[in-house]
T-cell receptor, first 110, second 113 residues
Framework: NAGVTQTPKFRVLKTGQSMTLLCAQD?????MYWYRQDPGMGLRLIHY???????AKGEVPDGYNVSRLKKQNFLLGLESAAPSQTSVYFC?????????FGPGTRLTVL | GENVEQHPSTLSVQEGDSAVIKCTYS??????FPWYKQELGKGPQLIID?????GEKKDQRIAVTLNKTAKHFSLHITETQPEDSAVYFC????????????FGSGTKLNVKP
């Protein structure tokens, strides 16, 4: 079992560029989440999904979109990247109380 | 929404000493309180958790206590070892609300050999 995987691991964007972060899980979990981690602020929920074809907003959804076309995948999109979106992004999946996190994607927006 | 505060932001202890990290939460509906450990370059991993109907839980060298009335909970690590060095996050969760986690800001624990 690979658990939760994220691609890419690192990315540098210029302001205004777009990109998609991919999260995949092989644990057949219904729930999936996208967080961003910034120094001194912990992890903040961007968007989440409670099943295939569903998405919902978290604490900090502005500037991001998500899609869950397949149960095992959860995509996070940035349509027009801004320097404020420089962060480390974590995906998690769960079913029950525990959330299982991926290794993260470090994104820098110049 | 829920607001979780975590203290201290950094903690340095000598190997073998105890470490305590404290969190407070604001929403009395929260009923599940996990603690996650994040090692450098990795995603957070669950180390211990407690539900609101329990006051204390222990697992070898780590323990968590919960005071529902005061809305605070704490992580206790005894006999610290260098491999305990990491960032620790607390979270408050209202189960039955899609298990949305509200995390504290994290505590960087450094255990000096």
């Amino acid at each position: 079992n690979a658990g939760v995987t994220q691609t890419p691991k690192f990315r540098v964007l210029k302001t205004g560029q777009s990109m998609t972060l991919l999260c995949a899980q092989d644990m057949n979990h219904e729930y999936m989440y996208w967080y961003r981690q910034d120094p001194g602020m912990g992890l903040r929920l961007i968007h989440y999904s409670v099943g295939e074809g569903t998405t919902a907003k978290g604490e900090v959804p502005d500037g991001y979109n998500v899609s869950r076309l397949k149960k095992q995948n959860f995509l996070l999109g940035l349509e027009s990247a801004a320097p404020s979106q420089t962060s480390v992004y974590f995906c998690a999946s769960g079913e029950g109380t525990e959330q299982f996190f991926g290794p993260g994607t470090r994104l820098t927006v110049l | 929404g829920e607001n979780v505060e975590q203290h201290p932001s950094t903690l340095s202890v000598q190997e073998g000493d105890s470490a305590v990290i404290k969190c407070t939460y604001s929403d009395s509906a929260s009923n599940y309180f996990p603690w996650y450990k994040q090692e450098l370059g990795k995603g957070p991993q669950l180390i211990i958790d407690i539900r609101s109907n329990v006051g204390e839980k222990k697992d070898q060298r780590i323990a968590v206590t919960l005071n529902k009335t005061a809305k605070h909970f704490s992580l206790h690590i005894t006999e610290t070892q260098p491999e305990d060095s990491a960032v620790y996050f607390c979270a408050a969760v209202y189960l039955y609300n899609f298990n949305k986690f509200y995390f504290g800001s994290g505590t960087k624990l450094n255990v000096k050999p």
